[in-house]
């Protein structure tokens, strides 16, 4: 038989025939077309072949009328296999249940480790983990991801500066790093205090050191603020002190007049699906949303048999709505808000004590419905940094 796959889903048997008009009976069952293979001949008044299930059910009454005696004597494929399973369904019902009960307890928490922490710092952590839902017992399906759980801690446990979250087989494992105490001053190395770029000085305090400049003195990057070296002996000390400088920044900004973007309205539609490999089954939330506009966040969670990981996940996805807005200014709403864009750009890149003095605008111009400016910036920050007193080489 050229398709073995076929005939053993349909089932096949193995036929004996005894009697004196076998050769008859064989051109009977074909003329009929009955399918037979594997024909044997066993002396001269029996012969054994194999046949379908479906035509064997049919042999018996051709043989009737040929004087031949029929007999079964293998009975292969899918529907025997199944008879049997069903004869034996306690056994497989009981292993598929077995299967089934550790495929829940791999993906089920089983414990919960916490390294780094002080106790009350730890009791703190184990009890906001019990708001979570992340505890022992819990299935693993029904807790947020490893992200999550590390937000949530680190901003509603205060005394965390870090922690971090990783779920090992049935096990979370935290490593927590907790806000330090004041540490104390470190023992500075002898150094200057030197200008980090062009200023006019407007304000100085020396702590410890020579100064080597006044207030509305003008000063280039690399000058020597504060001397390290004091006395007429020359004795060599660690410069400490704030030197505030009056500095300039000029910045570009084009603002658009008129912006289209999106943003969530609160609907939302949430799916849930069995992701093998490629493969993507739906299991809840049916059908597309109701809304046309949304944006897609899918959380997949991993099954476990044991320590192993299958290439089977949960899938969490969430559907929320989105509607296009327009926000619309005028040219003087524009370069106000221009001026704030511009501001908040400018202290990115500088200290927190650092104030914007002043600010003026160079240039402006509409353009393409665009408000473009220039604008120059006067800050006053520190501009003192520390720089090793280098040392003297011999003559």
């Not at 006019?200 to 305090?205: C, F, K, L, Q, W």
């Not at 739906?282 to 959380?299: A, D, L, M, T, V």
């Not at 509409?366 to 520190?382: A, Q």
Request: aromatic share 8%; net charge positive.
């Amino acid at each position: 038989m050229k398709n073995q796959w076929i005939e053993f889903l349909s089932g096949r048997v193995t036929v004996k025939v005894s009697g004196r008009g076998i050769e008859r009976f064989l051109n009977v069952l074909i003329r009929n077309g009955l399918m037979v293979w594997n024909v044997k001949r066993h002396g001269t008044e029996t012969i054994t072949f194999t046949m379908r299930l479906k035509d064997a059910l049919k042999i018996r009454h051709y043989a009737r009328d040929r004087d031949c005696s029929i007999s079964f004597l293998k009975r292969a494929g899918m529907p025997f296999l199944f008879k049997r399973l069903l004869k034996n369904s306690g056994f497989a019902v009981g292993a598929l249940l077995f299967l089934m009960i550790i495929l829940l307890l791999s993906n089920v928490i089983w414990g919960i480790e916490i390294k780094g922490a002080k106790p009350a710092t730890e009791y703190q952590i184990r009890k906001e983990l019990d708001k979570l839902g992340v505890k022992i017992g819990k299935i693993q399906f029904f807790v947020d991801n490893v992200e999550g759980i590390q937000r949530k801690l680190t901003n509603n446990v205060g005394n965390l500066t870090w922690v971090g979250v990783e779920l090992k087989g049935t096990t979370y494992q935290l490593q927590v790093v907790e806000k330090k105490e004041p540490e104390k001053p470190e023992q500075l190395a002898p150094r200057n205090l030197v200008a980090k770029k062009k200023a006019i000085i407007a304000n100085m305090y020396v702590e410890t050191g020579q100064k080597m400049v006044d207030i509305h003195d003008h000063v280039e990057a690399g000058q020597v603020l504060v001397s390290g070296i004091i006395g007429r002996e020359g004795q060599q000390v660690a410069a400490v002190g704030e030197v505030w400088g009056e500095t300039w920044y000029r910045s570009h900004v084009e603002l658009p007049l008129k912006t289209n973007f999106f943003v969530f309205n609160g609907k939302e539609k949430r799916k849930h699906t069995l992701v093998i490999g490629s493969l993507v089954i739906p299991i809840w939330g049916f059908g597309q949303p109701e809304f046309k506009e949304y944006e897609s966040e899918i959380n997949l969670k991993k099954i476990k048999f044991l320590k192993w990981e299958l290439p089977i996940s949960i899938g969490n996805e969430t559907l929320r709505a989105r509607e296009e807005t327009t926000r619309t200014y005028t040219k003087e709403e524009a370069e106000k808000i221009a001026v704030e864009l511009a501001k908040n750009k400018i202290k990115t890149g500088m200290d927190e004590e650092a104030i914007i003095k002043d600010e003026k605008i160079l240039h402006k111009e509409l353009k393409d419905d665009k408000v473009i400016l220039d604008i120059h910036f006067k800050i006053i920050e520190n501009i003192a940094v520390g720089q090793p007193i280098p040392k003297e080489t011999p003559e």
